[in-house]
């Protein structure tokens, strides 16, 4: 049965919430009457926040993560090994691998993963800036970090062709992460212990 609502505008902001994930009529609900509790100031600001987020956010010039500046707080680091670059999927994924405090490189956000039935193709990610930052010479390790699933694999592979001919040692995170999980659901100390176990690419067909 569906909620009938006295007001469209309520009607309408309820419609908004639904719209993220995980969120349902319900919650939505709940969350809209919960923000009429509280004050105009606090409403304005709270929306205020995500206006300001869209409009100003950024995305770093060197690896594509989210950032309040040209280059994100990570590449602009000289105290990071910037001869060592992790690729990941998305930016969930860095954040991730920064919670276990055991890696100390860069990264690479590829904006998603290979998916034919999505309509996902290499030149939907940031693939070739990836080729273009190892082929600048300094990169001495790439680590394929991307989640132990079928489109995952496909995407590690072509990374793989791509940076073959490149003088590069291409590794790949341990599978201490199950095969077809999710990088951001891995617990922080199995996902640290990954990173550091890393294995040479082509050793990892045989696993």
């Given at each position: 049965?569906?909620q009938q609502f006295s007001s469209?505008?309520?009607?309408?902001?309820?419609?908004?919430?639904?719209?993220?994930?995980?969120?349902?009529?319900?919650?939505?609900?709940?969350?809209?009457?919960?923000?009429?509790?509280?004050?105009?100031?606090?409403?304005?600001?709270?929306?205020?926040?995500?206006?300001?987020?869209?409009?100003?956010?950024?995305?770093?010039?060197?690896?594509?993560?989210?950032?309040?500046?040209?280059?994100?707080?990570?590449c602009a680091n000289p105290g990071?090994?910037?001869?060592?670059?992790?690729?990941?999927?998305?930016?969930?994924?860095v954040m991730s691998i920064e919670?276990?405090?055991?890696?100390?490189?860069?990264?690479?956000?590829?904006?998603?993963?290979?998916?034919?039935?999505?309509?996902?193709?290499?030149?939907?990610?940031?693939?070739?800036?990836?080729?273009?930052?190892?082929?600048?010479?300094?990169?001495?390790?790439?680590?394929?970090?991307?989640?132990?699933?079928?489109?995952?694999?496909?995407?590690?592979?072509?990374?793989?062709?791509?940076?073959?001919?490149?003088?590069?040692?291409?590794?790949?995170?341990?599978?201490?992460?199950?095969?077809?999980?999710?990088?951001?659901?891995?617990?922080?100390?199995?996902?640290?212990?990954?990173?550091?176990?890393?294995?040479?690419?082509?050793?990892?067909?045989?696993?």
């Amino acid at each position: 049965m569906s909620q009938q609502f006295s007001s469209i505008l309520l009607e309408n902001a309820v419609n908004e919430f639904a719209k993220l994930p995980g969120i349902g009529k319900k919650t939505a609900l709940r969350l809209v009457l919960h923000l009429l509790k509280q004050s105009e100031q606090e409403v304005e600001l709270f929306g205020n926040t995500f206006i300001q987020l869209r409009k100003e956010i950024r995305y770093c010039k060197v690896c594509h993560n989210i950032s309040d500046t040209e280059t994100c707080q990570i590449c602009a680091n000289p105290g990071r090994d910037h001869e060592t670059v992790c690729v990941v999927e998305n930016i969930k994924d860095v954040m991730s691998i920064e919670n276990t405090q055991q890696f100390r490189g860069v990264y690479h956000v590829l904006g998603g993963i290979i998916s034919p039935m999505d309509g996902v193709g290499p030149k939907d990610l940031e693939i070739e800036s990836l080729v273009e930052r190892v082929e600048a010479g300094t990169i001495k390790e790439v680590i394929l970090a991307l989640s132990t699933t079928m489109e995952g694999d496909t995407t590690n592979f072509y990374i793989f062709r791509k940076l073959a001919p490149l003088e590069v040692k291409i590794t790949t995170i341990a599978r201490g992460v199950a095969i077809g999980d999710e990088l951001e659901y891995a617990d922080e100390i199995t996902l640290g212990r990954s990173i550091l176990n890393r294995v040479d690419f082509t050793s990892s067909f045989k696993q």
